[in-house]
């Protein structure tokens, strides 16, 4: 380990007093679990504590990360808290990995084990006119062993999955561009190069949302087509959460880049919102190779 | 300090905002802020422990409905349906709830103080993860007076019966979301303080076996912990939102479940071993007053156990039809874990071996856990073998196999750990006759609940069912006296032990209570100070003393 | 049909309700104490040959080939792990009782050893592949479901099985195996009695002796498993797929089992009864029961008329629906009411029988397996019953055409 020694005034561990924010977030949360839940049981009234709690949570989130940042920018952050959060970082990606993971998991079992399962001489007792194709639709075929499922066409990687790839690529050159005008103490190039990575993140939105309405005003592909769409929306969809929420982390950082934060020495705000939005995009490429061509 | 920290003059913050000030003053913030709003790991810790002492207690109330209503053949007290969430819940709170929590209340309180860390990483997040429970923790035990009742589908959740199930599922859903996000940040948490906190000289090959355990376990639960949220958040999307991953008719399948299920949930019963393995290898060589033997195999051990468990899941499902490969392939994998964990027993007798032991309360309950727990182990093997597994999976058989391990192992480690350490938490000496009766009357007690149930399952009586056929009544009565008797050992541990010393009362602790303890906890004062380690102290070679 | 009603009773109490909490019971229970277990003594009950027996502390003698390896094999296992449990904790204690500060130990400081660690990693190494030798023969001999001289197909439904026997000696025949109703009565009631107490079924699934039996599994609602021990079989029904075991019954005689998979609440009530019979007795049973089939067949081009088809419907309800729908047509949770559905109501009367048929979203299964009057009288009882008032009637002949 970097043995970090305390530099001046910064202590060598650094721990935070009593805090309200822990508590308070959680009491938000309690609210958005309950309405969620009650909501979709169809009790109308879960949509108000679901709002409400989100408000509260994302107050109390503000505050929280307010004071970190002061803490931060008052000088109070060692180096060997600075590793902290280099490691906290990448395991928490790990573990973003794994909830991808099980999705992933998901569609392979999928279409590598049930599919042909169910459309074999075996299951023929049960699905007899049941075919084994990958999507599971196409002229001449049952959309689903129970043949529930209405017909609906797949979504190809053309056009719009291959502009959001070149999207979000570019979005990744033009965010190191900007880490590198910031290592040479170029803050209003870094913050141009910010705004036009948070921007190329809002185009993927779009575009993504735009496929979406696609989908399912035009191909009849719904969340309820079948595995096939089960398995594309929570894919894709999980994933453009995670644009968003990558996106609005780049947001911040750049707000933050704007308001004089972080040293050419010492910005690991923005080098996790940075890590982060490579995972997205590392992701991404998987799912257009296996989602979208496969 | 500057200007920008007074700014936290707000409400909320009151008395105790000097603390910003000066993260060096020795006095602890008082009244209920110090629970609530707490950032110190023994606060914390100590918050965990109450926590799952809490959930122990609710989840044995419910086994113990279990065991009543087997008391005999025919319906006593409940209808099946109720019957099937008395068995869910007491599956998800004890495993959640109890065992879970509190190793991290172990973890919180010991791994700073062992690895010489003034306090976890992220003090903030550490309480976050904390609180994060309590909400779910109601959902949960709330979910028992929403309509329609508790989720009954096993604390497996298997698809489809969890479609079936009405809104108490999805709070049960949320609740584990909630749980599992709390888990992962205490994790993270964990394993940054380790990596990153231990004082100088304190290397990784030098470092106290519950902390290089908890490192592995924090490690497993951060793996799998998201691949459960994965499988739940499908199993959701299935009841509200239209998808088919779990439906047939749609293309899904149900299998597909148990398989994201027990990814996750074969590394979770390690993760729930894992700490008893380390608290273990703290104290068998203390009471052996010789050091722990092969430490290097110790933690190489530590490591297959993970890396193997994540390669065996499918042994919970060789009753699901699967190929002659797949069943052979997950056989060999599980049977291969019995080595490392021989390792690790062997181990712990070789410290024995010559030494010159003693026989505090803390080192019996260590040895009743090495006894009971390989019964627990080899019960494991024998599930672990396809073919037999085909007579005995879904039986008692089962249920005494993870009792053995669950009980026997992790709650009879987590009593260990509190006796060991519990003078350093409070300051004063538990009474140690009545340690020594809270032990041997767990000790037995839990063999007449749970050795029976291993003749039940070969006879072949299933699990969660709520009446059975009269043959098995005599083996089903023993039990529920036994587990009755079990139970209300832990009342007499509750009232006489804990409380005791929770209210300081008792024998004045010294800084090392016990003859041969080794390690940077027994070098600071019983209880330990609010703040320790502030400074990261100097150690000598070993890096189990203080020398400057 | 009973049976099921009793469940449903048990279910109007609404089941997750803490009210259900029968506190005259406890009252009883606390009372008796002590005696109880007299009583429990002197409860007169033998042990069931096929089935559970008394007390029993190993696995049941086995019937099948199988059956008897796997007992080999759990023995086997039992005994290797018998001796390592003796010989490690004889060390154990051994130390426990000779290295003590009171009896004078001084520690000794050795704390690891190469040659010694790698012992015991290697020979417990070698002993799991020892162990692992014969159960893969078994796996092996166990998955071999090929050449079967009788393929029958067994139907997980909540909560009963329903068997088809698909190929051999018998083709053709069909039926539905629920608990006796008298059993889930006493049950209910808290007073079992009885050698077959839960075991006792209306119709046994019937297989010749030494003969090669293959069972297919699969359910239509939600898991089941069918495992009878004496055959060392449990397979689990997975709804939408087929799984396959099989056994080869030595013996003929009354074998018992029961679900193996938590399956909602009626779990402990869905045993499996297997009567293995002689070959001359079963050709006998499989000519008898062709007849019998025969003659209860419903014709399904006869028209009837309203009154008799609500009449007919409501035992078919009773029977299937009646356990998630309610007796009273309101579901409970996410099964969805039928008193008041549009989907009943509706002027599509083939909307309805397509539900039937192919059920939704899976929480309603498919009923496919009733027959076309079965579907048809069903349909027209829950249209024309509660406050469904459509006047509608659904024709067998109008089930068939939906079919294609
Ligand atoms: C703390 C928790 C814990 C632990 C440590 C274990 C440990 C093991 N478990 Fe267990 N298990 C559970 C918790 C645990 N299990 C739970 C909760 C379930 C049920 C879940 C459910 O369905 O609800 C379960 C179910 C379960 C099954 C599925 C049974 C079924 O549903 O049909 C199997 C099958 O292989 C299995 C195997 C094993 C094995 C091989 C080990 C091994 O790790 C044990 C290794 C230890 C030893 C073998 C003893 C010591 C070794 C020696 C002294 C060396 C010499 C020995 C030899 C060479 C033989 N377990
Ligand atoms: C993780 C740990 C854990 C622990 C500690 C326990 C502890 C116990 N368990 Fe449990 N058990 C599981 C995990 C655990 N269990 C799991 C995962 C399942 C599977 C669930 C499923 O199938 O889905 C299970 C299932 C299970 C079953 C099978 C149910 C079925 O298949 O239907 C049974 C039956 O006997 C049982 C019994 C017990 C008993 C008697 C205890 C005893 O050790 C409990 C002892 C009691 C106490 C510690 C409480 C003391 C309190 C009092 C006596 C009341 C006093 C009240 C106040 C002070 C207010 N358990
Ligand atoms: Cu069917 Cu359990
Ligand atoms: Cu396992």
């Known amino acids: 380990m970097s043995a970090a020694t305390s530099t001046g005034k910064t202590p060598y561990y650094f721990v935070p007093g009593p805090s309200r924010h822990p508590v308070m977030a959680a009491i938000g949360l309690f609210f958005v679990m309950l309405g969620a839940g009650q909501w979709i049981n169809d009790h109308d009234w879960g949509k108000y504590s679901l709002i409400f709690g989100l408000l509260w949570f994302f107050m109390v989130l503000k505050q929280w990360f307010g004071e970190a940042i002061r803490e931060s920018e008052g000088g109070q952050y060692s180096n060997r808290i600075d590793a902290s959060f280099r490691w906290s970082m990448g395991w928490f990606i790990f573990s973003e990995v794994m909830f991808f993971a099980a999705f992933f998991g998901a569609l392979y079992w999928a279409r590598v084990h049930s599919l042909p399962n169910l459309g074999s001489m075996e299951n023929s007792l049960l699905w007899p006119d049941f075919k084994a194709i990958w999507p599971s639709t196409a002229a001449g075929f049952t959309a689903s062993p129970a043949g529930t499922v209405e017909p609906f066409a797949t979504m190809g990687p053309w056009p719009l999955p291959t502009i959001n790839t070149a999207l979000l690529l570019t979005s990744g050159v033009t965010l190191t561009v900007a880490h590198h005008a910031l290592i040479a103490g170029n803050r209003g190039k870094t913050i141009a190069f910010m705004w036009l990575t948070v921007l190329l993140g809002v185009t993927f939105l779009c575009v993504q949302g735009y496929e979406y309405h696609h989908a399912y005003s035009e191909l009849n592909l719904k969340l309820s087509s079948g595995i096939y769409g089960s398995t594309f929306f929570?894919?894709?969809?999980?994933?453009?959460?995670?644009?968003?929420?990558?996106?609005?982390?780049?947001?911040?950082?750049?707000?933050?880049?704007?308001?004089?934060?972080?040293?050419?020495?010492?910005h690991f705000g923005f080098e996790g919102a940075a890590w982060y939005w490579h995972f997205v995009d590392v992701v991404w490429l998987g799912l257009y190779m296996i989602v979208y061509w496969m | 300090m500057s200007a920008v920290l007074d700014n936290h003059g707000h409400a909320g913050h009151g008395a105790h905002d000097h603390d910003h000030h000066d993260h060096h003053d020795h006095h602890a913030p008082s009244g209920w802020r110090r629970w609530v709003y707490a950032t110190n790991h023994k606060d914390i810790g100590t918050l965990y422990l109450l926590f799952a002492f809490t959930m122990l207690m609710i989840g044995g109330v419910l086994a113990l409905c279990i065991r009543a209503e087997l008391f005999q053949p025919g319906l006593q007290f409940f209808n099946p349906e109720l019957f099937n969430q008395f068995t869910t819940m007491h599956g998800l709170i004890m495993v959640f709830g109890a065992i879970m929590p509190a190793f991290v209340g172990f973890a919180n309180w010991m791994i700073p103080l062992q690895i010489g860390a003034s306090d976890m990483a992220f003090a903030r997040m550490n309480n976050f993860s904390f609180w994060l429970m309590i909400p779910a923790a109601i959902m949960l035990v709330a979910s028992f007076?929403?309509?329609?009742?508790?989720?009954?589908?096993?604390?497996?959740?298997?698809?489809?019966?969890?479609?079936?199930?009405?809104?108490?599922?999805?709070?049960?859903?949320?609740?584990?979301?909630?749980?599992?996000?709390?888990?992962?940040?205490?994790?993270?948490?964990?394993?940054?303080?380790?990596?990153?906190?231990?004082?100088?000289?304190?290397?990784?090959?030098?470092?106290?076996?519950?902390?290089?355990?908890?490192?592995?376990?924090?490690?497993?639960?951060?793996?799998?912990?998201?691949?459960?949220?994965?499988?739940?958040t499908m199993t959701l999307t299935d009841r509200h939102f239209g998808t088919s991953f779990f439906s047939p008719?749609?293309?899904?399948?149900?299998?597909?479940?148990?398989?994201?299920?027990?990814?996750?949930?074969?590394?979770?019963?390690?993760?729930?071993?894992?700490?008893?393995?380390?608290?273990?290898?703290?104290?068998?060589?203390?009471?052996?007053?010789?050091?722990?033997?092969?430490?290097?195999?110790?933690?190489?051990?530590?490591?297959?156990?993970?890396?193997?468990?994540?390669?065996?899941?499918?042994?919970?499902?060789?009753?699901?039809?699967?190929?002659?490969?797949?069943?052979?392939?997950?056989?060999?994998?599980?049977?291969?874990?019995?080595?490392?964990?021989?390792?690790?027993?062997?181990?712990?007798?070789?410290?024995?071996?010559?030494?010159?032991?003693?026989?505090?309360?803390?080192?019996?309950?260590?040895?009743?856990?090495?006894?009971?727990?390989?019964?627990?182990?080899?019960?494991?093997?024998?599930?672990?073998?396809?073919?037999?597994?085909?007579?005995?999976?879904?039986?008692?058989?089962?249920?005494?196999?993870?009792?053995?391990?669950?009980?026997?192992?992790?709650?009879?480690?987590?009593?260990?750990?509190?006796?060991?350490?519990?003078?350093?938490?409070?300051?004063?000496?538990?009474?140690?006759?009545?340690?020594?009766?809270?032990?041997?009357?767990?000790?037995?007690?839990?063999n007449v609940t749970f050795f029976p149930m291993h003749f039940l399952g070969l006879a072949g009586m299933p699990r969660r069912y709520a009446d059975y056929p009269i043959q098995f009544a005599d083996f089903n009565m023993i039990a529920s006296i036994g587990a009755f008797w079990f139970g209300f050992t832990q009342v007499y541990f509750f009232l006489f032990v804990v409380i005791p010393m929770m209210r300081g009362k008792g024998e004045k602790a010294p800084q090392q209570p016990w003859e041969g303890a080794e390690g940077l906890e027994w070098e600071v004062p019983s209880p330990a100070p609010f703040h320790t380690f502030e400074e990261p102290p100097k150690l000598n070679a070993s890096a189990t003393k203080v020398i400057g | 049909m009973k049976m099921m009603n009793a469940g449903v009773h048990q279910a109007e109490k609404r089941p997750g309700n803490l009210s259900t909490f029968r506190l005259q019971r406890l009252a009883q229970l606390t009372l008796a104490g002590g005696a109880a277990l007299g009583a429990e003594a002197a409860r007169a009950v033998n042990s069931l040959p096929g089935g559970p027996i008394v007390n029993a502390i190993n696995l049941p003698p086995p019937v099948t080939r199988i059956a008897a390896d796997q007992m080999w094999l759990h023995n086997f296992m039992l005994i290797i792990c018998l001796v390592i449990f003796i010989a490690v904790f004889g060390v154990m204690f051994y130390s426990i009782f000779k290295h003590r500060k009171s009896k004078g130990a001084v520690s000794a400081h050795f704390h690891e050893s190469v040659k010694v660690e790698i012992a015991w990693t290697v020979v417990p190494f070698i002993i799991v592949i020892l162990m692992a030798l014969p159960a893969t023969k078994v796996v092996v001999a166990m998955k071999d479901t090929t050449n079967a001289d009788l393929t029958i197909k067994a139907t997980g439904y909540q909560w009963k099985w329903g068997y088809d026997y698909i190929k051999g000696e018998g083709e053709g025949i069909g039926f539905v195996s629920t608990l006796d109703p008298a059993q889930r009565e006493m049950s209910n009631a808290g007073k079992p009695a009885g050698d077959d107490y839960l075991l006792k079924v209306d119709n046994p699934l019937v297989v010749p002796v030494n003969k090669k039996v293959r069972i297919i599994t699969t359910a239509s609602d939600v898991i089941h498993a069918w495992m009878v021990p004496a055959f060392g079989v449990k397979q689990d029904a997975i709804p939408g797929f087929v799984r396959d075991t099989w056994f080869k019954a030595e013996k003929t005689g009354d074998f018992y089992g029961q679900c193996a998979e938590l399956c909602g609440k009626e779990h402990a009530y869905m045993p499996i009864h297997v009567k293995v019979l002689s070959a001359a007795d079963y050709a006998a049973w499989v000519d008898g029961k062709k007849k019998e089939l025969a003659a209860k067949a419903d014709d399904p081009s006869k028209v009837w008329d309203q009154a008799a088809l609500v009449a007919r419907g409501e035992k078919v309800y009773a029977a299937n629906c009646a356990v998630c729908h309610r007796p009273d047509g309101k579901g409970a949770g996410p099964v969805k009411p039928l008193d008041g559905s549009p989907v009943v109501l509706n002027d599509d009367k083939l909307k309805q029988v397509a539900v039937v048929l192919n059920g939704q979203n899976g929480v309603m299964p498919s009923w496919k397996q009733l027959s076309d009057t079965e579907i048809a009288a069903v349909v027209t009882f829950t249209k024309n019953n509660w406050s469904n008032k459509t006047g509608q009637v659904v024709q067998p002949a109008e089930v068939v055409a939906a079919r294609k």
């Open chain 2, 145 to 232: 007076f929403m309509p329609g009742g508790a989720p009954a589908a096993g604390w497996t959740l298997y698809a489809p019966l969890t479609l079936q199930m009405g809104p108490s599922m999805d709070a049960g859903i949320f609740a584990m979301h909630i749980l599992g996000a709390s888990s992962i940040m205490g994790s993270i948490n964990i394993i940054v303080t380790i990596l990153n906190m231990r004082a100088p000289g304190m290397t990784l090959m030098k470092m106290p076996m519950f902390a290089w355990t908890w490192l592995i376990t924090a490690y497993l639960l951060i793996a799998v912990m998201p691949v459960l949220a994965g499988a739940i």
């Open chain 1, 234 to 266: 929570m894919l894709t969809g999980f994933h453009g959460f995670h644009v968003f929420v990558g996106m609005l982390m780049l947001l911040f950082i750049t707000l933050r880049l704007q308001k004089g934060h972080f040293t050419k020495e010492r």
């Open chain 2, 249 to 446: 008719a749609g293309g899904g399948d149900p299998v597909m479940y148990q398989h994201i299920f027990w990814f996750f949930g074969h590394p979770e019963v390690y993760i729930m071993i894992l700490p008893a393995f380390g608290i273990i290898s703290q104290i068998v060589p203390t009471f052996a007053r010789k050091r722990l033997f092969g430490y290097a195999s110790m933690v190489y051990a530590t490591a297959s156990i993970a890396i193997l468990s994540f390669i065996v899941w499918a042994h919970h499902m060789f009753a699901t039809g699967m190929p002659v490969t797949g069943q052979l392939f997950f056989m060999y994998a599980t049977m291969l874990i019995a080595v490392p964990t021989g390792v690790k027993i062997f181990n712990w007798l070789a410290t024995m071996w010559r030494g010159s032991m003693t026989f505090e309360v803390p080192m019996l309950w260590a040895v009743g856990f090495i006894f009971v727990f390989t019964m627990g182990g080899f019960t494991g093997l024998v599930c672990a073998m396809a073919p037999i597994d085909i007579q005995i999976q879904d039986t008692y058989y089962v249920v005494a196999h993870f009792h053995y391990v669950l009980v026997a192992g992790s709650l009879f480690a987590l009593f260990a750990g509190v006796y060991f350490w519990g003078p350093k938490w409070t300051g004063v000496m538990f009474n140690a006759t009545r340690g020594k009766i809270h032990f041997w009357s767990s000790l037995i007690s839990f």
